[in-house]
Every structure is written in C-alpha cells, then in structure tokens.
C-alpha cells in the first residue's frame, strides 16, 4: 500500500506494488551514474603527459592521475635541454644562474663552440707592459671581455697601471678578483655606449687591448671625440672547427642554445642544420643568430643576469 518514491533497496525482497520495469530503468540509471563518476576521476578528454613539453594543459578538474609538470619532471628527456656554448670551463656564471631561476626543469650542458689562442699584438703588449713605468704612453686601458682582461693581467703583470676602463661587470670582476682597481663602467655593456661615456679627464691616450674579431666600433667612436688610440690585437676567438659525434648529436637535441658570441653562432651553423631557440647574452649575438636563421631572445643590457633571464624566458615557453 505505501509507495516509496525513489527508494529501491540492494537486497531483500521489492514491494509488490512496484513495477518491475521501473525496477529495472532505476536500476541501470545508478549503474550510469556510478560509470560516469568514476570516469571523472580517472580520465580526460586530452592528450596525455607526454605532450607537456609542447603546450599542454589539462583543464580544471581533469587532472590526469600521474601527470607531471615543470618542476615535477623526472627523467631527462623530459627536461628541456639547454646547451651553453662558451669556451670549455668558462659556462659556471650561467649555469649557476639558470639552476636557480629553473631548477630541476632542465638539462644544462656544456657544448663548447669557440676556443680562444693568443694574438698577433700580444708580444706588443709585453713589451709595453715592460717600458711602462718609465714611458707611460697610455693614459686608460679599456678591455671590453673577460678573455680580454684575463690575457691581459697574464700579460702585464706587476708594471704600472694605467688607470683602466672596463665594458660590463663580467669583464670588471675578472680584473677586480686579481686586486686591480677598475676606474670606469660605462651605463650599458657595449662599445657604442663605452666609447661615448669614457671621460677625457685622465687623458686622451688609449690602449685597446682586443679580440682579432672584434669591430672597430669602440676605437672609431673614441677617435671621433679626439682620443688616441692603439689597438693591440692580444688574442683570437676561433670558431671550434671539428666537433665529435656526440656533440653533434647534442645539437640535434637542444632546445635552447645559450649564444656569447657571433664567433660560436657561426660555429653552430657550419655544423649543424637544427636551429633551436637562440638566447644570446647581447643584441651584436642577437643580430648573428637571427641572421642565421634563430629564432634569439637577448636582455637590453648585456650581461649574465640578463642572459640567464632570456634563456629561461626560452624555456618557460617551451614548457607553457
């Protein structure tokens, strides 16, 4: 006699009163509705983790079980690769740089793309460091990269010191770690600014101690505010010419390449057809990737602060 509306018991025996069709569409009814809380739970409509690299994001509460993301990658070939391509032994400033903006989600390496070997203007150099002290022909000395400045002190020594210029931080601490005392910096790390802001209070007669390739930009900028300028070519930047089969199968499989230099971009591209996401450390690497075909992040102000910010921005795109 009474009705129980949606009631319908697991076990024992059913009113009489109710119809066994109903019965059977009540029953199959909770049957769906149990299937489709458990595929809430356990599936999604998207694609799986393995496309985490290339953009994927599961949707609010459709978070596949065992789903990793940036920070959470276990195994190296899930990691974005990032190869840092300065001299061998000369990559320590970036990586720690990039450890602590990205931790865990890459893989950093180093892939050596450039070498360094001495210059013709070198024996120059040590011989002026020599007569220095009774002649002094040289007001400021203006070293414009920390390779620069390290074949510089090996080469000056303990003779006198000229008052001393330097392009950027990184080619400042070099100098300032072995006691030398840097008497200019200008406000951007590159020579247009350099030879704009070097101050003619101590003198107008400059020694360049440089790269075989680097531009006349900074002694034709300082000629044409009146300085006097001797460039001394200390030391060349070679471009590696031979890479192993190992290094070539790195490059294949960098997602990000770390660029100090148009020297290692040039390196890259004699050896290799995979053109990753070029982070370069200044807008001179810039212009050399791009030309060949990068596709380059580079800070406004050159540095490794700055470098390590574009190559992370590099990867956080790879991994969004």
Request: with cysteine.
């Amino acid at each position: 006699r009474r009705r129980h509306a949606g009631w319908f018991p697991f076990s024992g025996a059913m009113p009489r009163r109710v119809e066994k069709g109903k019965a059977v569409l009540l029953c199959i009814a909770l049957v769906a509705v149990a299937a489709l809380q458990d595929l809430g739970r356990t599936a999604s409509p998207l694609r799986p983790t393995s496309h985490v690299l290339c953009g994927w994001r599961p949707l609010p509460g459709h978070i596949p079980r065992g789903t990793r993301f940036a920070g959470e990658l276990g195994s190296q070939a899930e990691k974005v690769r990032v190869a840092m391509t300065r001299e061998k032994g000369q990559n320590g400033k970036l990586q720690k740089a990039l450890e602590e903006l990205l931790g865990s989600d890459v893989d950093l390496f180093e892939l050596p793309c450039i070498e360094h070997g001495p210059g013709q203007g070198l024996p120059e150099l040590e011989e002026l460091a020599r007569n220095f002290e009774g002649q002094r022909p040289r007001d400021w000395a203006v070293i414009t990269s920390p390779e620069a400045a390290r074949v510089w002190l090996q080469a000056w020594g303990d003779s006198a010191r000229p008052a001393v210029a330097c392009v950027g931080s990184g080619t400042t601490a070099v100098l300032e770690s072995a006691g030398w005392q840097v008497d200019f910096q200008p406000s951007v790390a590159n020579a247009e600014t350099l030879a704009a802001e070097l101050p003619d209070s101590s003198g107008l007669r400059v020694l360049y101690p440089a790269s075989a390739l680097a531009a006349s930009t900074l002694q034709e900028g300082l000629a044409a505010r009146g300085f006097d300028v001797q460039r001394l070519d200390t030391y060349t930047t070679r471009a590696v010419e031979s890479f192993s089969d190992d290094s070539l199968a790195a490059m294949a499989s960098t997602q990000v390449a770390t660029f100090g230099s148009p020297s290692a971009v040039r390196a890259w591209v004699a050896h290799s057809p995979s053109r990753p996401v070029a982070a370069c450390i200044g807008s001179t690497s810039r212009s050399a990737a791009e030309a060949a075909g990068f596709r380059a992040l580079a800070p406004a102000k050159p540095g490794i602060s700055g470098w390590a910010l574009a190559a992370a921005e590099a990867v956080r795109e790879l991994l969004a």
